[in-house]
């Protein structure tokens, strides 16, 4: 099926480990972004990019770091996990031409 | 800068009832989204509409029904017959309309916590 898929969907990490979360879609979306949520405080956004090789800081980019070297891919990187970073992570991704957003189901991250 | 508010924290009804969800918006863009997304246990964000600032029109989708009105920046939900099915969280949010450099950006509210009850 079509859509934003994110892997994993689950992870624990140790504190001052680094991972990866991916995200990939297949809908040649030029819009991806990335969000953590919290309870009682949303969907923030992280980072975002327009497309690929162009990524910009959304309101919380502290700690994280995106790249996007495709279309269709758009990782992000903790550098040395926290445990302010434990949170459920959601990736989007948007068409230029209008429409709404299409969410990854999400990876619920525990840094311990 | 652009900003949600959800007012209402938590919303607790017993099933039938009809019951509304606030959504205030701030955003100097004079062209712009809303959307409405709903959250279930499962966790998956899903999509319930997208509305222009251009088409003030209320809309109506079988129960659901939403109350755009630019004059008082609110975008409200209203479930009619509510049922326990219902019971998430549910999410305003707002974008910049196409072409806009923060195009890609998604500002979400706090989140309405709904919980029918049988």
């Known amino acids: 099926n079509a859509g934003v898929t994110q892997t994993p969907k689950f992870q624990v990490l140790k504190t001052g480990q680094s991972m990866t979360l991916q995200c990939a879609q297949d809908m040649n979306h030029e819009y991806m972004s990335w969000y953590r949520q919290d309870p009682g405080m949303g969907l923030r956004l992280i980072h975002y990019s327009v497309g690929a090789g162009i990524t910009d800081q959304g309101e919380v980019p502290n700690g994280y770091n995106v790249s996007r070297s495709t279309t269709e891919d758009f990782p992000l990187r903790l550098l040395s996990a926290a445990p302010s970073q434990t949170s459920v992570y959601f990736c989007a991704s948007r068409s230029f031409s209008g429409g709404g957003y299409t969410f990854g189901s999400g990876t619920r991250l525990t840094v311990v | 800068a652009q900003k949600v508010t959800q007012a209402q924290t938590e919303i607790s009804v017993v099933e039938k009832e009809d019951v509304t969800l606030d959504c205030v918006y701030e955003?100097?863009?004079?062209?712009?989204?809303l959307f409405w997304y709903k959250q279930p246990p499962s966790g998956e964000l899903v999509f319930l509409i997208r509305r222009n600032s251009f088409d003030e029109q209320n809309e109506i989708s079988g129960r659901y029904s939403w109350n755009f009105q630019k004059s008082t920046s609110s975008f409200n939900f209203t479930i009619t017959a509510s049922q326990v099915v219902d019971s998430a969280v549910y999410f305003c949010a707002l974008s910049e309309a196409p072409g806009g450099t923060s195009y890609g950006k998604l500002t979400f509210g706090q989140g309405t916590i709904l919980t029918v009850h049988p």
């Open positions: 955003t100097r863009d004079t062209t712009y989204y």
